[in-house]
């Protein structure tokens, strides 16, 4: 269709304002227009290390074996992280979409700094949309001798609202495409796959909302398929470091200065109650003791997406977690359950659950209620496919926003009274599993690049399998089912008695009304 001359010139005009202002910011955000990356490689494993001893003389099982522990307590989680950073002496190759600027945050930048003050040679590897609000710190860590910054897809423009938005509206749909991995790597002997970014909130540290989250930590063979992925990513064309960009914030701050704040930070947290509480931890004190036992067999595969998820269409990169995810659930005999914080099946995938469901198999769904979730936009993608799933046979369980048996629970704890489910996981059959970042949306699908860990062992399927179900009680989660005129219904149990509500419990109106007006929004692809 032919646009008014009036049109036309007017975007023009808007076309080559936008060239005009990307020409003077730079727009170079891929190998191909800026000055070229030197390729790195991960550092081999040796044999003279703390971590090189404490695991692996746990490997009695010989080549080829993988040692696999979940970690389902944000304090096990964040001391594993702090200690073996403690302990690196070679390497610290971290990957992640979110490293905030809080007191956990700033006490494992600590530690890596510390590493890197050792000798240890630092790699991190972080998605630019979270980043970028932290170039200064960046470029100041950046210069340390040992470690070294990358971004993953980043911004051209650093700063400048009308740059930023020139930059959007130029690059649109490249920039939704983010990475979503993460991988904490010491050693090249350990790695931390799954659910948890770096910040108070995914390690029980937070006095506003916590996340239940999930861990697995990784030692043997998948260690080397974590290491592997890492530096595929870390030397893709959509890795750039950070020194390479135009407008970083180079000289607000120096590495003085960070390494000041960082030890402030520390010694203010020192007699916290948080690190108290870590200090009293079972689970940690087996940590410093050497005695951390990990379940070893052959069955491990860790599965990441192709790098050029980012930049290129699906027909051109290779098969990569949701394909696993496929399969394994397409080969589900007795039992599918899923665990997953943002969850927008799409008509293929609730087809799919209703077919299995059908077929006898039990389908189960534990995911967060309107009240409990951190995205109230998503959860309206949610809400479309939830009573066509019902109907079909498959059970949905909600997490409560303020589950009163989670608190000081040992196996799902809480830093405070408010939780959000942030774990993504899955059971098939009680003997296969799956932990990694990959949520059960369109955004994971096809947009975000993923990772996770496949895991073949009956004795962590029974103890995540048991970890669904505490958190699918009625004391826990709001239990979804149909009445008789198949409109939805919530019940839980609350001192002792059953209730039922007939729309999203504790959730306030304002929070319904904008849920029920986004589901008619044509979204969800990128939900």
Same mark, same amino acid.
């Given at each position: ?178 990475? #979503? ?93 948080? *690190? ?102 998503? #959860? ?8 066509? *799933? ?17 608190? #000081? ?22 003997? #296969? ?32 399998? *048991? ?31 059953? *209730? ?28």
């Amino acid at each position: 269709m032919q646009l008014p001359l009036h049109t036309a010139l007017i975007r023009s005009a808007f076309i080559l304002s936008l060239g005009l202002t990307l020409l003077l910011t730079g727009c170079a955000v891929t190998r191909s227009g800026i000055m070229p990356a030197q390729p790195s490689v991960a550092i081999p494993p040796a044999e003279d290390a703390i971590l090189d001893q404490w695991f692996a003389r746990q490997s009695l099982a010989g080549p080829g074996q993988s040692g696999a522990r979940l970690i389902s307590q944000g304090t096990d989680a964040f001391a594993l992280r702090a200690l073996s950073a403690r302990a690196a002496a070679r390497s610290l190759d971290l990957q992640y979409y979110i490293w905030h600027n809080d007191a956990t945050g700033r006490y494992l930048a600590g530690e890596a700094l510390a590493a890197a003050d050792r000798g240890v040679r630092v790699r991190l590897l972080l998605d630019d949309m979270d980043a970028r609000q932290r170039d200064a710190v960046l470029m100041a860590l950046d210069q340390h001798p040992q470690i070294e910054i990358r971004l993953f897809n980043p911004f051209a423009t650093r700063s400048g609202t009308l740059r930023t938005l020139a930059e959007v509206f130029a690059r649109g749909s490249r920039l939704n495409h983010r990475m #979503h991995n993460k991988a904490w790597i010491a050693d090249g002997r350990i790695a931390l796959v799954g659910g948890r970014n770096i910040g108070d909130e995914y390690f029980s540290a937070s006095d506003g909302v916590n996340f239940v989250d999930l861990d697995v930590l990784l030692a043997g063979a998948a260690v080397d398929e974590t290491v592997r992925s890492f530096d595929e990513y870390w030397n893709s064309e959509s890795s750039i470091p950070i020194d390479h960009l135009r407008r970083a914030m180079r000289g607000k701050l120096t590495l003085y200065e960070v390494r000041q704040v960082l030890a402030d930070s520390a010694r203010a947290q020192a007699d916290s109650d948080y *690190l108290r509480r870590l200090r009293q931890s079972p689970g940690i004190v087996s940590m410093l003791q050497g005695d951390y036992e990990l379940a070893w067999q052959s069955g491990v595969q860790v599965v990441a997406d192709d790098p050029r998820k980012a930049i290129k269409h699906a027909s051109e990169i290779r098969p990569g977690v949701l394909e696993s995810l496929i399969d394994a659930f397409g080969a589900t005999r007795r039992e599918l359950l899923l665990i997953s914080p943002y969850f927008v099946p799409g008509a293929g995938g609730a087809d799919g659950m209703r077919q299995l469901a059908s077929a006898g198999i039990d389908v189960e769904i534990l995911t967060n209620s309107l009240a409990a979730t951190d995205v109230a936009a998503v #959860h309206s993608g949610y809400v479309r496919y939830r009573q066509r *799933l019902l109907a079909g046979g498959v059970k949905i369980y909600e997490l409560k926003p303020a589950p009163e048996a989670f608190e #000081h629970e040992k196996r799902m704890s809480f830093g405070s009274s408010r939780a959000s489910l942030h774990t993504k996981a899955a059971i098939v059959d009680r003997e #296969h599993i799956f932990v990694g970042s990959f949520n059960l949306d369109p955004r994971s699908a096809t947009l975000n690049c993923e990772m996770g860990a496949w895991i073949h062992s009956a004795a962590l399927a029974k103890e995540l399998a *048991l970890m669904f179900e505490e958190g699918a009680t009625p004391l826990r989660s709001f239990v979804v089912t149909l009445d008789a005129k198949g409109r939805t219904v919530w019940t839980e149990t609350l001192n002792g008695k059953t *209730l039922q509500y007939d729309s999203d419990p504790y959730a306030g109106w304002g929070r319904r009304a904008v849920t029920w007006l986004l589901k008619f929004l044509p979204i969800e692809s990128q939900l």
